[in-house]
């Protein structure tokens, strides 16, 4: 009698065990036949939950696994279990939403829709996690049910735009930024860092997400400031220089974006990253700022040192920074990079694989004379065939390697090439690199175009002259356009330089002339 009623709760924990394991196993199943087995056995199976061994209820695991007729009949028996989390703090509405199961998020929702205001460990509401993964249906019913968790932000001040941004979900954020309540301000809203949606999508390079933002009208601000004072346009010049940091530059000029030095002192001042409050007397930072900012500043030491006024002149003329050409050197630079690198990817790709292929294997050959040589696999076609117009060949195509090489090098060194002279310097090395390659394809096509008299030969000054033949009367009448070409442009260009000369010595004239006059009148 007494060993009876001990073996009693060891009987029925093994039971309870057995229907939890029962109840789990028709969890991942989706048995909706199992479910109603387990509760006309025992009605009383999902309130007997919360003791169970397992991390997620039932409905966790039927919304993780996508069971909506399992889902539907669990919450006809135990509709609280909506309301249930796991060990992770999510609900069954957070699984739903993070793996697009829009059946399930539908259901949970007419069940009870403030679920949605539900955060997880993380702080993530269920429209975090669907917009994480870019659940376009899923974020279409979560929105319709409660609109306002759209302005829920995460422990770091990331919005659901920013987590689009972050995620690389153009759909979702395209789908987001149409509804009614993401206005101006969520969408230049500004994680704890100061960062925009335009300064992640930037510092990402996510070129589309960009051409999107900075659509006419724009979504964002263009040149928002972030905490560290750095705009978009900051953060593409502070990142290493590739092609597509090229393109997002060109597309964030067009758009109007400046450098945060180049801003007004008012709109700096304005911006929320870099505004604060005095909470002594209430007023805020930038209302300081924009008074300073319209007095007038006290003349520093070095200004106050009294110089000639043809030194000031001189100073102008020569010494200004040439601000409004930092755009057109910035350009040219990235063009003659860009350049530069086609062009001594071409050479290097010559030098490897010259014209006419080369031998695959070992061969020996006789001449006249008796003379034997032997080829040896590897090693270049044209060179036996042709060894002066190789020779011509290879000068041409190092010239043009090394000259395409050293604007590469020069334009990436780091150094203030920030004068029109360096421009100008790197654009005659240019010449040189693309005058070479266009006398290394005249070289190619004189070694292996086929001659008068046989297959291939080597042309001769008969050849050239015999104007008849259309391949050589094409190839003479390109190379003499090609000089004329050339020989245009060099010309303009040493125009446009004696007139700078010119233009630089009658201002010096000037300003030699009109110094012993200001200096009257400054004595005066």
Not at 91 to 105: K, Y
Request: glycine share 4%.
């Amino acid at each position: 009698m007494n060993n009876s009623f001990l073996q009693l709760p060891s009987m029925e924990s093994r039971e309870r065990v057995r229907r939890e394991r029962m109840l789990y196993d028709a969890s991942c199943s989706g048995s909706v036949e199992s479910l109603k087995k387990l509760m006309e056995e025992d009605r009383l199976t999902l309130a007997r939950i919360s003791v169970t061994n397992f991390n997620e209820t039932a409905l966790h695991i039927a919304a993780m696994l996508g069971h909506a007729a399992f889902a539907r009949a669990l919450v006809g028996y135990q509709p609280n279990l909506v309301r249930e989390l796991d060990s992770q703090g999510c609900s069954p509405l957070h699984l739903a939403s993070a793996n697009g199961h829009v059946e399930i998020v539908k259901l949970l929702l007419v069940e009870d829709s403030s679920v949605c205001h539900v955060r997880d460990q993380d702080g993530r509401t269920p429209l975090h996690l669907a917009v994480m993964k870019g659940r376009g249906d899923v974020i279409r019913e979560l929105v319709s049910a409660q609109e306002q968790v759209m302005r829920y932000t995460l422990d770091r001040g990331e919005t659901i735009l920013h987590l689009c941004v972050k995620h690389n979900h153009l759909e979702a954020l395209k789908q987001l930024v149409g509804y009614d309540d993401v206005d101006d301000d969520l969408a230049n809203a500004q994680d704890q860092n100061g960062n925009t949606i335009l300064h992640s999508a930037t510092a990402l390079k996510q070129m589309e997400t960009m051409k999107y933002l900075l659509r006419e009208p724009p979504v964002v601000r263009v040149n928002a400031l972030n905490a560290n004072g750095f705009t978009a346009l900051d953060v593409i010049k502070h990142m290493p220089r590739d092609i597509k940091s090229v393109d997002i530059l060109d597309l964030l000029v067009t758009a109007g974006a400046l450098r945060a030095i180049d801003l007004s002192p008012v709109s700096r001042a304005t911006n929320p990253a870099t505004t604060g409050v005095d909470h002594d007397n209430g007023i805020t930072s930038s209302v300081l700022y924009e008074h300073r900012a319209l007095l007038p500043r006290p003349p520093s030491r070095r200004n106050r040192m009294k110089k000639p006024a043809w030194w000031e002149k001189m100073r102008k003329v020569t010494m200004n920074p040439l601000k409004k050409q930092h755009t057109w050197l910035e350009k040219k630079y990235d063009a003659l990079l860009i350049a530069a690198t086609l062009i001594a990817a071409m050479a290097y790709q010559a030098a490897l694989n010259p014209p006419g292929g080369l031998w695959q294997d070992d061969k020996t050959m006789n001449f006249e004379g008796n003379k034997t040589i032997t080829f040896y696999a590897g090693t270049s076609l044209m060179a036996a065939h042709y060894p002066d117009w190789y020779q011509i060949f290879w000068i041409y195509n190092t010239m043009s390697f090394v000259a395409a090489l050293s604007v590469v090098f020069l334009v990436v060194s780091g150094l203030p090439l920030k004068r029109r002279i360096f421009a100008w310097l790197l654009m005659a090395v240019m010449w040189v690199a693309i005058t070479s390659m266009a006398l290394t394809f005249l070289q190619t096509i004189a070694a292996l175009t086929p001659g008068n008299n046989g297959p291939i030969k080597k042309w001769t000054y008969d050849d050239f002259t015999s104007m008849w033949n259309p391949i050589v009367g094409v190839v003479v009448i390109s190379v003499y356009a090609w000089l004329s070409m050339v020989g245009a442009v060099l010309l303009v260009h040493c125009c446009r330089f004696l007139m700078w000369i010119t233009r630089i010595f009658h201002n010096y004239r000037k300003i030699r002339v009109s110094s012993p006059r200001s200096h009257g009148e400054s004595s005066v």
